[in-house]
Nanobody, 124 residues
Framework: QVHLVESGGGSVQPGGSLTLSCAAS????????LGWFRQAPGKEREAVAV???????TYADSMRGRFTIAQDNYKTNITLRMTNLNVEDTAMYYC??????????????????WGQGTQVTVSS
């Protein structure tokens, strides 16, 4: 059974940085997809970045450059490093996972397992 728990959210000023972590269990060593998504109030959930079991990463176009996804070799910790944050990055950030082979999609409905989310607030 897959279990995901996010941490590391908080409040930060514009231009600041945060690193989110997702403690994971039940992720297949091979044939898995891990990702970070976010949802701002009144908006639909959107992808930030995903990573397959080989470590290959895919970023949403608007997230490229300021966000970095990484996973440890044992698939027990997935991080999202966020830099140069702005107010538009304010959202609930979710860790997602799925145990399957193939390309890892940026579509949220491709992921069966989700954490409870961690709030990131960017304000001055």
């Amino acid at each position: 059974q897959v279990h995901l728990v996010e941490s590391g959210g908080g409040s930060v000023q514009p231009g600041g940085s945060l690193t989110l972590s997702c403690a994971a269990s039940g992720i297949h060593y091979r044939g898995s997809c891990l990702g970070w998504f976010r949802q701002a109030p009144g908006k639909e959930r959107e992808a930030v970045a995903v990573s397959d079991s080989t470590g290959k990463t895919t970023y949403a176009d608007s997230m490229r450059g300021r966000f970095t996804i990484a996973q440890d070799n044992y698939k027990t910790n997935i991080t999202l490093r966020m830099t140069n944050l702005n107010v538009e990055d304010t959202a609930m950030y979710y860790c997602a996972a799925d145990n399957r082979w193939g390309l890892c999609s940026l579509a949220s409905d491709a992921y069966a397992y989700w954490g409870q989310g961690t709030q990131v607030t960017v304000s001055s």
